[in-house]
């Protein structure tokens, strides 16, 4: 299952919270250690957002050119057709 950004920045900020409110060490620790983690795969999945949202506009643009191309072409054939 893919999970978003948000889904995984929201638990980064709820690990501080939690870390905040810690009385205990141990339990501080462990929740700026989740919390260091959970930032880790939000960071993680934007990266891995954009780099997508960067691969589909590049996609995009490309389909754009050979379209053109292949109209550029189309009139090249139809122009010597009508001059046979």
Known sequence: MSQ????YD?????????????????VRDRNLRA???W???A???KRVMLD????EREKAARRAVEAADAADIQDVID???EAA
């Open 10 to 26: 929201a638990r980064a900020r709820e690990a501080e919270a939690e870390a905040d409110k810690a009385t205990l060490d141990n």
């Open 39 to 41: 930032q880790a795969l």
């Open 43 to 45: 960071n993680q999945a």
């Open 79 to 81: 122009a010597a057709d």
């Open 35 to 37: 919390a260091k983690t």
């Open 52 to 55: 997508r949202a960067k691969t």
């Open 4 to 7: 978003t950004f948000e889904f």
